[in-house]
């Protein structure tokens, strides 16, 4: 009787697997990124693709030109250096999250995916100061 109850604490600390061991987490957090991913890439694209005209800001009032004049910063070339940066991040994770299922590198997929993910918080910091700058 003894042996059979221990033999089902052992198969149930089997199937209570760590967080970072469990796939569905990672396969939902990939997709958020991939989806954050094409986002970025396809905001980038449209804005090369369209030959927007570019906009340049005054930061002083809120005058904006389609051309540059002293003074004026442009907005333009900030949102696409923001998305190129989107980018990089999101691949980033992607890679991080990637890394996690591998079981060698859980570790490092961990701190990859920790890391990217502190800086999705900067990079919502500087989208909301180039929104309002």
């Known amino acids: 009787m003894q042996t059979h109850m221990m033999n089902d604490r052992v198969s149930m600390q089997e199937v209570k697997k760590a967080p970072h061991e469990q796939p569905v987490s990672h396969i939902c957090i990939g997709m958020m990124s991939a989806i954050l991913l094409g986002f970025f890439v396809h905001y980038l694209n449209y804005s090369a693709n ?11 009032t809120t005058t904006v030109l389609p051309y540059a004049a002293e003074g004026y910063i ?25 890394l996690v299922m591998i079981k ?26 180039f929104r309002w700058n």
Not at 50 to 60: E, F, G, H, I, V
Not at 108 to 122: E, H
């Open 50 to 60: 369209n030959n927007l005209l570019p906009c340049y800001a005054n930061p002083d």
């Open 74 to 98: 442009n907005v333009t070339q900030q949102w696409r250096t923001l998305m190129l940066v989107g980018i990089v991040w999101s691949s980033f994770h992607l890679f991080g999250v990637l």
């Open 104 to 129: 060698p590198l859980v570790k490092v997929g961990l701190g990859i995916s920790c890391l990217s993910s502190c800086t999705y918080f900067a990079w919502l910091i500087s989208a909301t100061i």
